[in-house]
């Protein structure tokens, strides 16, 4: 007889896990690696639904959006430094996805990033790079926390002395 203790993860349960790392991380700019291919956007919105978090996402195509309305986004910013400056001005608690940022970065959208990685508010406020390019990683390596979306591989008990370990 086999038998495994540990079980499989859901994806919204990998989702969850996925944002309180990222609520827990200590600096405001997070470089999230394989968060498009595991498709976090995905597993998110639905959790997002639920919840009632404010939640964004950014990509050049639709600009700014909140994740819970997908068709609705706020006007003009498909233009990154407008919805940086949007993110800046904000007074609420917020994370911001960012997804496929255009290469190379201007310098006044490079400036906006680093404003918002070094904002010391009372409120969280997270702006999440997903996939960042190694090029951008490398610049803004100084104000940057990296996260992976892969989840931890679940431990398996073993019996050692008599007694179960981890």
Known sequence: MN???ATPVSPAHAGAEV????????GSLIALDGGETAGLVGQLRPLVRRSGQAVYLWNPELGLGNLREEHVALPGSQRLNIALRYMLQSNHFGVYFLQRLPLPLLMADATLLRQLARAATGHVRRVVLLDPPEALVASFNDVLVRLSCQSKPAQRPRLRDGRWML
């Open 3 to 5: 038998t495994s203790i």
């Open 19 to 26: 944002l309180e790392r990222i609520l827990a991380a200590r």
